[in-house]
């Protein structure tokens, strides 16, 4: 036996895949079919919310739509029907990252992770499937946000329970797992968004629903193979929190409002941003009309493209002691984000108003995009749990996925701008919202790297 088998949980099955315990590749091919289904779906919600369902006629349709809607412009105001499927995709949207945290909590304390997540999953599988009818569209989303809240956490958390806390292939399994969630949201657009917008939208949806069936079928038949579940007990006593605890939460919190400005930003590329390609970009390529969904893919490809030179750029500046630390990142991602939005609104400019806009101007925005998401999204969730109290560790990092919740409401929102401003001006003042956070870091920076510094 290896020393790094030696290592791993006592109660975890030996077994081997790539140097890993089995049960690694039960989770992983599990996480790839679900996040197949979630960003399948999620790549055709405003084009079939905005181009059909919510259109006069379709819109009847929709049990419990008028209460429904009433409540929302309640909330948010009146809204055209544009501007209302952009909402409703923020809030479920949001409401995917909040349900984790309680998802969690139930998974933790009383039913179990196994059981949570095959629950989730069979919650999901379900939600897809019935979008097909036009009646259940808000009965699926229910159980597409709850579904997700009971598997999203308690999936993610059974790849550390594989693992003794000491063993150094916990960073590598969790490579392999982030790599699962890059393949299923690469290819879920290519064939989801393909089989939706060309052939019908609820052959999508069924693409989908058959995706998380089989991610649910792989998690069941590794069962034997999986960490087993340990109920926590609530009244687990905890540390008590210090006066430089304290200052650190409220620093953190501060970095948690500039996330929020980044993610309100960043949800757009599934919001507005599509409606955008839809109306304004001529998407022929070599002869063949780019699908809209496709770009979806592209910015998912950008990332994958871009992640190992951000790795090199960083090493190099690391052996100059130049590398810019976690609040340096930030600053520029922030920066590069808002470069991506003047980006769009310079191809409007450009464009002069006449015709549709070149395809490439996307594509590249795509590549901005995604150098500006290696610098944040990562860099952020490292922050918050190398910084966060050890005593409440991981609720800082439920935490930080509040940024996430808030930023999707919150572009959901900004989509009823779309119709009222210029597309140019629509995107500066998306510039202008990221480019917020990265100013306020920039002037910030010393007081925080201070206070976060452990």
């Known amino acids: 036996m290896s020393d790094s088998t030696a290592r ?54 929709v049990a419990g739509f008028h209460p429904f809607r009433a409540v929302v412009e309640g909330i948010f105001g009146p809204l055209s029907t544009q501007a209302l499927a952009t909402q409703v995709f923020g809030l479920y949207g949001g409401l995917t990252y909040l349900t984790p945290i309680f998802g969690g909590l139930i998974g933790d304390r009383w039913v179990g992770r196994r059981r949570a997540v095959a629950l989730g999953a069979g919650l999901m599988a379900f939600g897809h499937f019935v979008m097909a009818f036009e009646a259940a569209f808000l009965l699926a989303l229910l159980c597409l946000v709850l579904g997700c809240g009971l598997l999203k956490g308690n999936l993610a958390a059974q790849v550390g329970a594989l693992y003794d806390r000491t063993d150094s292939k916990r960073d590598a399994a969790f490579s392999l797992y982030y790599m699962a969630i890059n393949l299923g949201a690469c290819l879920a657009p290519l064939v989801c968004g393909t089989l939706g917008e060309i052939y019908g939208w609820h052959y999508g949806f069924g693409a989908a629903g058959i995706g998380m069936l089989i991610g649910l079928v792989i998690y069941l038949a590794g069962k034997h193979h999986l960490p087993p579940d340990e109920i926590v007990r609530a009244d687990t006593p905890r540390a008590s929190l210090t006066a430089k605890d304290r200052h650190v939460i409220l620093a953190l919190l501060l970095v948690l409002l500039t996330a929020t ?120 969730l490292a922050l918050f749990t190398r910084s966060g109290p050890p005593s409440i560790n991981a609720m800082m990092v439920g935490v930080y996925y509040l940024s996430i919740f808030g930023g999707s409401i919150a572009s959901g929102w900004l989509g009823r701008f779309y119709e009222a401003m210029s597309p140019a001006g629509f995107w500066t003042l998306h510039a202008a919202i990221v480019g917020a956070g990265s100013v306020t870091i920039l002037l910030l920076k010393r007081p925080l790297g201070r206070v976060l510094a452990r």
């Not at 996480?31 to 079939?48: D, H, I, K, N, P």
């Not at 893919?297 to 976690?326: F, N, Q, Y």
Request: proline content about 5%; charged content about 15%.
């Open 8 to 61: 791993l949980s006592p109660l975890v099955p030996a077994g081997s895949f790539f140097g890993h315990p089995k049960g690694l590749a039960y989770i992983v091919f599990t996480e790839a079919w679900e996040r197949f289904s979630f960003y399948g779906m999620q790549a055709l919600l405003v084009l079939y919310m905005a181009g059909y369902l919510f259109q006069p006629g379709a819109v009847d349709q």
């Open 261 to 380: 400005l980044f993610w309100t930003v960043q949800t757009q590329v599934w919001t507005t941003y599509v409606l955008w390609l839809r109306d304004r970009v001529d998407r022929d390529l070599f002869g063949f009309d780019l699908p809209i969904t496709w770009f979806q893919s592209v910015d998912t490809l950008a990332v994958l493209a871009l992640a190992p030179v951000s790795l090199v750029i960083w090493r190099r500046l690391a052996r100059r002691r130049a590398e810019p630390g976690d609040l340096g990142k930030l600053i520029i991602g922030y920066a590069l984000f808002a470069a991506a939005c003047l980006w769009l609104a310079l191809s409007e400019l450009a464009n002069g108003g006449e015709g549709r806009i070149a395809v490439i101007w996307p594509i590249l925005f795509h590549f901005i995009c995604a150098s500006g998401y290696l610098h944040v999204a990562p860099i952020a």
